[in-house]
């Protein structure tokens, strides 16, 4: 009878027990980690590669850095939500596994991998994700990724949903919106926090910080900083990506970016063998160094046109507020579009490719450079240069030629003016000076002026103190809605007269209209049509007389295993962690 | 002493003017740190706003002196827009590189020019003297960058030099000689450039203060005396000589602490020179006028203390 | 006497120098802007009097170039095309000093061939022309600066030198001041500064003139130094017991005397300044495309790439030490007869 009343008692207290035990195993076990496999030859896991900087980073936090060093060296510190693959250009699932759209197009709920550390150690949860974005979207913050996450005027809304599914709620449809993740990296609440309600974030994580004070989802962590000379990544022992061989990835013990801060200095330390890899370096020292290419271990690659475009284009702005009489007089030249397709078709191109850029570019008439394949309206007429046609045209708007060969408008005012170039890039200051001698053939007085930098940029944007300019733009990714403040005529870096209140001509606001309405297609061949239409518009009028894109051009040594560059920025590390030492 | 109290007050009233000054210049070129941001389409003109007003960019000239002012008494010497960092940090490694730098040059540049020019003076009008004088009037007139750029090829082709920066990888396991060492090596180019941009000059003015003593009557009295001509050189000529030659090292300072922004630009040396150009290319306000006011700081201490060691060197000085 | 020997020769090279790069137009077979796009990158053309049959010709002539089609960069020699040189030529029209126009060119070679004694630069222009043109500009930028800055130096060292006490140290404090600052940033600004409309040289000019401006402080230092000892001689103070005024002291004088010094100094400025120029153009503030100047030519050496495989980019900046050194020798020249003159 006590027996049965004992085995009674022991299976109450079993009842009692085996639910606490389910919730405490329940409590400390996590989930086990869902990492992404990848699908790159194996490589061998140990050894560093060394990479030249042509500047310090500036900042180590990624809701502040705006300069491209500082975004290069956080990129393998740290990783995003859903990743651009530079080789296909489309997106692929990162931190998230998996994503679904909602049938108006408003509402993305991301889907987190679960059970993945930060490096060091700490849980990485919905919670990280929605304390992110919220640093990302606080005005206070200053953030220059915060204007990626206003659509339709409204700033993105981040709901958690659970642990591990956080959902964005969209103003309006917008096409790219998978895009806009590329880059956003995922903060660690449980370091920034305290800083941030402290209101001291701007003084987080700045390159003065501890190793031991940064935390983050990327291949590589912070080892140590030697200001002025080098900064040293060592392997993030939690990162959530293996290879099909079930090795966790990064193969690379350290990563050594070492400051050096000029080009030629640059290409001096790879061919003396300082560096591993050399990335985008100009033609001239892709020559240089194709010599000694065998006897130094070391291959170059020239991987076609890349994603940037250079062009002149033409002061159209309303000069009425700024002054500037002179330069408005010149404006009923510029105005007219036939004067704009004379100067392009005077342009002698395939000059340009061959002298500066010693063949190892692309010509270009249009703003979709080849390199972006998925974009490119392949239809547009690529016309040679042709004076005859320039002069033409010249003709057709009322211009003509005075016994000595000068060029006179209709009132016989001489055509002149001035080409405003940046000293310090020597590839658009030879161009400049390439058309200025091709312009001169029409009868045209051209000089050009180099300004530094800043300077430039003051008069192009605030004075508005300039004929004309050279200048150059890199797209950052394929999708054309990043640049839409380009084109669309109220847009800020609509260059040739940003800001318009109302669209100063038809053709800018059939682009105002055809960009707004790529930006909320959805389907991809749809949104090619409107967008084909788009650079039709732009080659037609020529706000931009589209001229050149450099070729990328990369090097490695050949130790580095798993090197395949791709012509989308970071052109070498993009897959940084699939990189191994042979 | 009072001599010294007096410059030293005067040297602090010059630092500040030259702050000043060098902060209006800095207002008249247009654009500012974060015009650079403009030209991206993804930032919008708001942000850009926001960031300039939290670096204090909108506030009032008067105001920004000011605060930079107050920030050097602290030891600051401001906040860098570029790095996120008081300059201070930024200035006591670098100042430290371009000393060394500059010190290891001057010294090698009077090391070569005393014995060459003294030689020279000697042997004046010979074979010898032409040919040193034509080699240094063709070292002046190279520019400082070609010297540079040839030193650099040389680095390269003969692989014997680094090619760049201070410290090679992995120098931090090598113990304390190996250290010394690396540096050495690392240096050697760099003081080598920069002392071939002085020591020509140096030369023939050591040359020319020589023969101007060597012709003075008392050497000439002491020559007649028997005394051996080594000694004569170096015993009575020299020191007579030196007086212009001191009051040139401190010169030589100025010119050598200018001539370093450019070769650490080209050869990588983490000196105040790169720091300078970069600085003043990105419209690093408190950076470049910190900088500024270093050299300065360095020039006024380099003629200081010429103009102490003058002063101990020549007694007739002392009687002023 | 060796002095006068010794001063004989400087004057006599600077004249020939001054000379040469003054009628550029006549020594220099093409202008300094013709660009060649089918030869950039040229090496210099070798000149024959052979040919390859081994015939003698008495008037040396040239061969074609062609463009390597395999490699890129790379000059063939084309022995089939002779280009004969034929002296005294008439073709484009130049000016001489801006004033009058001339046709005639010391020499040339037909159409298609060119002649290119110093090779091209990356747009095929001609060095040689461009040297001879670019000396125009940069001599006369150096020779304004210098004069200004010794002009200036002279008021301000001989008023601090003459008059001494609290302007003295005013106008040598100043100096220092004005030697510390960072005149790179000065000219920025003041290139940023200007209008568009104003041409390329006048912009340079305008530069060099801020330069000369700024430059006072070390001829002012000098001539202060000078004008110190030389208010102290017998015949000056003389001159003051008899009561004449200070005007007529520093004029008559005391400023004679700082002579020396002043030609000293103006014949070692010059150089200097054509070097500052070199500095200018490697930032991008001197003289703009497409005119020609001598730090233009050299600024393209900066690319470690041009330095590498282009040698005859080097000979624009070999060509200079000679002008250069005739600075120099009368810079030597004139100090050493201005000293044994004022001891």
């Known amino acids: ?73 956080i990129r393998c510190m740290t990783a995003d939500l859903i990743h651009i693959d530079r080789e296909t250009l489309k997106t692929e699932p990162a931190l998230a596994k998996s994503w679904s759209v909602s049938r108006d197009g408003r509402q993305y709920t991301l889907h987190l991998r679960q059970g993945l550390r930060f490096s060091d150690g700490q849980p990485l949860n919905a919670d990280d994700v929605l304390f992110s974005f919220h640093l990302y979207l606080d005005e206070k913050v200053h953030s220059p990724q915060r204007d990626l996450l206003v659509i339709g005027g409204k700033p993105v809304d981040v709901l958690k949903l659970d642990d591990y599914t956080i959902r964005f709620d969209l103003a309006q449809p917008y096409a790219a919106a998978e895009r806009i993740f590329d880059g956003l990296a995922i903060l660690p609440q449980h370091l920034l926090e305290d800083t941030y ?211 006179v408008d209709a009132h016989g005012t001489p055509v002149e003016f001035s080409i405003l170039t940046n000293s310090s890039n020597s590839q658009r200051s030879k161009m400049a000076t390439l058309i200025q001698d091709d312009l001169s053939k029409l009868g045209m007085n051209v000089h050009i002026v180099s300004l530094e930098f800043r300077a430039m940029v003051d008069r192009l944007l605030n004075t508005y103190d300039y004929e004309a300019a050279v200048m150059g733009l890199v797209t950052s990714d394929a999708d054309p809605t990043p640049e839409m403040n380009v084109w669309l005529s109220s847009g800020e870096t609509h260059l040739w007269h940003p800001e318009q209140t109302k669209p100063a001509t038809e053709w800018e606001a059939e682009i105002d209209r055809l960009m707004q309405q790529q930006m909320i297609t959805l389907d991809y061949r749809k949104r090619k049509q409107v967008y084909d239409r788009v650079q039709e518009i732009i080659a037609e009028k020529l706000p931009v007389i589209c001229l050149a894109s450099p070729n990328i051009l990369v090097g490695a040594k050949d130790r580095v295993g798993n090197f395949r560059p791709a012509n989308l920025d970071p052109y070498t590390l993009w897959n940084i962690e699939q990189l191994f030492v042979r | 002493m009072k001599y010294i109290r007096r410059r030293l007050a005067y040297a602090a009233l010059l630092l500040a003017a ?118 240094t009037s063709t070292l002046l007139t190279t520019p400082d960058i070609l010297v540079f750029l040839i030193l650099l090829f040389l680095a390269v082709r003969t692989g014997w030099f680094p090619a760049g920066g201070m410290v090679s990888l992995g120098a931090g396991q090598l113990d304390g000689w190996g250290q010394v060492q690396d540096v050495a090596l ?84 983490p000196g105040l020179g790169p720091l300078l150009v970069e600085a003043i290319f990105a419209r690093d306000l408190y950076v470049v006028m910190s900088v500024v006011m270093m050299s300065s700081v360095f020039l006024v201490v380099g003629n200081l203390v010429a103009d102490l060691l003058l002063f101990a060197n020549d007694p007739r000085i002392r009687v002023e | 006497m060796k002095q006068q020997h010794k001063l004989r020769v400087a004057i006599i090279l600077l004249v020939g120098f001054q000379l040469l790069i003054l009628f550029a137009g006549f ?98 222009r001609d060095q040689l022309s461009r040297f001879l043109y670019g000396g125009q500009l940069s001599l006369l930028a150096g020779l304004i600066a210098a004069t200004l800055s010794v002009g200036v130096g002279i008021i301000m060292g001989g ?52 330069l000369g401006l700024v430059g006072w402080a070390r001829p002012a230092r000098l001539i202060r130094g000078v004008v110190l000892t030389a208010k102290e001689r017998n015949f000056v103070l003389a001159a003051r017991g008899f009561g004449a005024s200070d005007h007529y002291l520093f004029f008559r004088h005391v400023l004679p005397q700082t002579s020396g010094v002043v030609l000293t100094q103006i014949a070692l400025l010059i150089p200097q300044f054509v070097l500052a ?36 980019m080097l000979l624009p900046a070999l060509l200079l030490v000679p002008v250069f050194l005739s600075y120099y020798l009368a810079a030597d020249a004139l100090q050493e007869r201005f000293k044994s003159v004022s001891l």
């Open chain 1, 1 to 73: 009878m006590a027996k049965v009343f004992q085995l009674r008692r022991a299976m109450g207290a079993a009842w009692l027990i085996l639910p606490l035990m389910a919730a405490l195993s329940a409590a400390s076990v996590a989930p086990s980690e869902e990492l992404m496999v990848t699908d790159n030859p194996q490589g061998r896991a140990g050894g560093r590669i060394v990479v030249g900087l042509r500047t310090e980073p500036k900042t180590l936090n990624p809701a502040l850095a705006a300069d491209d060093t500082s975004r290069d060296v």
């Open chain 2, 186 to 269: 690392h240096l050697f180019l760099p003081c080598m450039g920069l002392a071939l941009t002085i020591t020509p000059a140096l030369i023939r003015h050591v040359r020319s203060a020589m023969i101007e003593v060597l012709e003075s009557p008392f050497v000439r009295a002491a020559r007649g005396h028997g005394i051996a001509s080594t000694r004569v050189l170096f015993r009575y000529a020299f020191p007579v000589a030196a007086n212009p030659l001191i009051s040139l090292l401190g010169f030589s300072i100025a010119t050598m602490l200018s001539a370093s922004v450019l070769v650490e630009v080209m050869l990588s040396w």
């Open chain 3, 277 to 312: 120029e070199v500095t200018l153009t490697f930032l991008g503030l001197g003289v703009g495309e497409p005119l020609a100047s001598w730090g233009s030519l050299l600024s393209s050496l900066q690319q470690y790439a041009v330095l590498s495989s282009y040698w005859w």
């Open chain 1, 197 to 407: 309600r402290g209101g001291n974030f701007a003084h987080a994580w700045t390159l003065s910080a501890l190793p031991n004070q940064f935390a983050g989802l990327g291949p590589f962590r912070l080892k140590e900083y030697v200001p002025g000379q080098r900064i040293v990544l060592e392997k993030n022992p939690y990162y959530w990506k293996k290879d099909r061989g079930g090795n966790r990835l990064p193969y690379l013990e350290e990563i050594v970016f070492l400051f050096v801060p000029s080009e030629d200095a640059q290409v001096v330390r790879f061919e003396a063998g300082d560096t591993d890899i050399l990335s985008r370096f100009s033609a001239e020292n892709f020559a240089v160094l194709e010599k000694e290419q065998t006897a130094r271990n070391y291959h170059l690659y020239d991987l076609g046109a890349g994603f940037e475009y250079n062009f002149l284009f033409f002061n159209l702005n309303d000069l009425a507020a700024k002054g500037h009489p002179e330069i408005a007089k010149k404006q009923s030249w510029f105005q007219d579009p036939r004067f704009r397709q004379a100067v392009s078709a005077s342009i002698d191109r395939e000059s340009i490719i061959r002298l500066v850029y010693r063949g190892r570019a692309t010509a270009l008439w249009g703003n979709v450079t080849p390199g972006n394949k998925l974009w490119i309206d392949s239809a547009l007429p690529h016309p040679a240069q042709s004076l005859d046609r320039a002069r033409e045209l010249l003709r057709s708007a009322g211009f003509s030629l005075k016994g000595d060969g000068t060029l």
């Open chain 3, 159 to 210: 008023l601090a030198g003459f008059y001494g006490g609290w302007l003295d140290n005013l106008l040598m404090r100043g100096a220092e001041l004005l030697l510390a600052l960072p005149w790179l940033y000065l000219l920025f600004a003041v290139r940023a500064a200007l209008p568009l409309q104003v041409t390329q040289s006048q912009v340079f000019l305008m530069l060099v003139v801020v």
């Open chain 2, 18 to 135: 030259i702050s000043f000054l060098s902060f209006v210049l800095l207002q008249l070129a247009p654009g500012d740190y974060f015009d650079a941001l403009r030209m991206n389409p993804q930032i919008s003109a708001q942000t850009i706003a926001g960031i300039r007003s939290e670096y204090g960019l909108d506030r009032s000239l008067a105001v920004r002196y000011g605060h930079w002012l107050l920030s050097v008494l602290k030891g600051e010497f401001g906040y860098s827009i570029a790095y996120n960092t008081s300059v201070g940090t930024l200035l006591w490694v670098r100042s430290r590189n371009t000393l060394l730098l500059a010190g290891a040059a001057t010294t090698l540049a009077w090391l070569l020019a005393i014995p060459i020019g003294a030689w020279s003076a000697k042997n004046r009008g010979t074979w010898g003297d032409r040919a040193c004088g034509v080699a």
């Open chain 3, 27 to 124: 020594f220099a077979p093409y202008s300094s802007t013709a660009q060649d796009r089918r030869s950039p990158f040229a090496p210099p053309t070798p000149l024959h009097f052979f040919d390859a049959q081994g015939e003698f010709h008495a008037r040396p002539f040239v061969y074609g170039l062609k463009i390597d089609p395999g490699n890129y960069g790379a000059y063939r020699i084309d022995s089939t095309q002779r280009y004969p040189i034929h002296f005294f030529t008439a073709s484009a029209s130049y000016k001489v000093a801006g004033l009058f126009t001339a046709h005639t060119h010391l020499f040339s070679v037909e159409e298609p061939g060119r002649i290119l004694l110093l090779g091209s630069d990356g747009y095929g």
